[in-house]
């Protein structure tokens, strides 16, 4: 039984049809870093086989394995360059399942393992052999496996502890998603159980903040239309007076901070895209449950401005008494307009009376609402970002999504995995304190018109280039599964804290001149970086290059 194998980056997109065109034997990493691999391996028989594969290291249980799935992409948008694996539609490399759960098929086409390492802080610097076994047998009622490949990849552990992570991070975190997809009543036992799940996998890839659903997030709703309601505080209205129960409020914030999570960002308190009308919200109204506010109820209405009068007063109490007003961000409407400015406004300033000492953002492509201090924690696009910076914005974020597609860094699943690891060196580059996307899991057409299988749908129904709306895929019994590109992020945030690390041991200039080096003309930017495979892995074996040779 003849057989193909070569080790591959984590930047390797591992194409059925096409060889790969770099390989591997060997790594690096800090103690504390999570370092992955690929294996890559077809079969030059002309039929199928099955493949078992064992893989023996001084790393034990710290040693994961994973299936590399293809995913069906329709949809991948409608601009491109040249930085991208294909723009046609076709079967991408992008789900990670368990290794160990079947049999592996083998086809006379390009599949791939991926091998992950989470290196213990406590680790022995060295050079340490993780040696792979696969073994092969012909598909029949019982296959008879025999060794038909022994290769042994390299990893050599730095003597350094990779620091913890100072980026704020927020993957906008849709619980009503995960309802409707797994089929359980909104909050009850089983729901809670699999937001857990989610909580875990997301603080565990470095989300350290989560959208949190006070009312149910006015976001990507179709005008007249309701999502699922996913509402945390309690609210009850008795004879014009309102009284709030932040019960569920409470369990939510104490699983996410078991799960890993330490910032809160509480969900928007106007409609998005102008801030014109008041999200979704349901009150047991003299006895009764009925929906209060939403699409038919404007924003500058008395009736919203007497309820938020009512109600952030004793939100920011209950957040105050869990020391959490340094940790819990809000939001008043998600990318307003020019033309928004003055609606803008006058929503804000409800909220400013109220939440004094808390910190009020939203993601903003007009930097005039930045220039007259109407908002003072503005999150621009990765494309407007040089211009708020020009501004003298402060607290430094910046998000993307849905686009560019186009010069800058991204991650639908059509795009180079380079183009998604580069990321984080910029965010380096820039001092970015924040980063912030739309979609953890987002398992809705566009406009929550209808849900959609994750596993056959990643565009949220031709809406979105695919990938842009999730970073996990729903796996069975409420526990999510992987993806390359939400790994090889989490990758990039770690690259951002090596740079910070050899920073703290060399200077910030010192390591600014050794990236304006390695990037084209010599001069590092947002839209201006080292592209492809060999040159960010030459970028990142640069930096461990200059980190073994001081701590050694």
């Known amino acids: ?129 993780i040696k792979v076994t696969l073994q092969c047998g012909w598909i029949q009622p019982v296959p008879e496996f025999a060794d038909c490949a022994v290769k042994t990849f390299k990893l050599k552990v730095i003597d350094a502890v990779i620091p913890e992570q100072k980026l704020k991070y927020t993957n906008w975190f849709h619980c009503d998603c995960l309802a409707t997809y797994y089929n359980v009543p909104v909050f009850s036992e089983e729901h809670w159980k699999i937001i857990g799940n989610f909580m875990k996998s997301a603080a565990d890839h470095g989300i350290n903040m989560i959208l949190t659903p006070v009312f149910t997030p006015p976001l990507d709703t179709r005008i007249g239309s309701e999502r699922p309601t996913v509402q945390l505080v309690g609210v009850t209205r008795t004879k014009g007076k309102y009284s709030f129960d932040f019960s569920k409020l409470d369990r939510w914030i104490k699983l996410a901070e078991k799960s890993g999570i330490r910032y809160f960002e509480i969900s928007h308190l106007f409609t998005q895209w102008g801030a014109t009308c008041t999200p979704k919200i349901i009150a047991k109204v003299d006895g009764k449950e009925k929906r209060i506010f939403g699409w038919d109820v404007k924003a500058g209405s008395k009736e919203y401005a007497d309820f938020l009068n009512a109600f952030l007063p004793e939100l920011a109490a209950f957040l105050k008494k869990k020391r959490l007003q340094n940790r819990t961000w809000f939001h008043c409407s998600d990318e307003p307009c020019e033309a928004h400015l003055d609606q803008y406004k006058a929503d804000k300033a409800i909220m400013n009376r109220h939440l004094k000492g808390f910190r009020i953002m939203d993601a903003l492509s007009h930097v005039e609402y930045y220039r007259q201090g109407i908002v003072t924690t503005p999150v621009p696009s ?16 910046t998000y993307y999504c849905c686009g560019p597609a186009a010069v800058f860094s991204n991650r639908f699943i059509h795009m180079t995995s380079s183009r998604n690891r580069i990321f984080g060196t910029l965010l380096y580059l820039y001092e970015i304190e924040g980063f912030l996307h739309w979609g953890f899991n987002f398992y809705y057409s566009g406009l929550s ?75 590092m930017k947002i839209d201006n970086y080292p592209k492809g495979e060999k040159a960010v892995l030459a970028l990142r074996n640069k930096i461990n290059t200059m980190l073994s040779n001081i701590v050694s």
């Open 1 to 129: 039984m003849k057989l193909k194998t070569l080790f591959c980056s984590s930047l390797a997109k591992i194409m059925p049809a096409s060889d790969p065109e770099v390989e591997i034997r060997q790594g690096c990493a800090l103690r504390g870093e999570r370092f992955s691999f690929q294996l890559a391996y077809k079969t030059a028989e002309p039929d199928r086989l099955l493949l078992k594969v064992k893989a023996e290291s001084p790393f034990g249980k710290a040693l994961r394995i994973r299936k590399v799935g293809l995913v069906p992409v329709e949809y991948t948008g409608v601009a491109f360059d040249d930085d991208i694996i294909s723009k046609d539609p076709g079967m991408y490399p992008d789900l990670l399942t368990d290794a160990d759960s079947e049999d592996i098929p083998v086809l006379p086409t390009w599949r791939a393992l991926w091998f992950t390492v989470d290196v213990p802080k406590n680790f022995k610097p060295g050079i340490y052999e």
């Open 382 to 397: 990765e494309t407007r970002l040089e211009e708020f910076l020009a501004a003298g914005m402060k607290e430094r974020w």
């Open 449 to 523: 018109r209808y849900p959609i299988d994750p596993y056959r749908c990643n565009d949220s129904g031709y809406f979105f280039p695919a990938g842009d709306g999730f970073m996990v895929y729903p796996g069975k019994d409420g526990v999510p599964e992987d993806s390359i590109r939400y790994e090889v992020f989490y990758e990039a945030l770690q690259d951002q804290r090596v740079l910070e690390k050899l920073q703290s041991l060399i200077g910030r200039d010192a390591v600014l001149k050794e990236l304006h080096k390695l990037a084209p003309g010599k001069k």
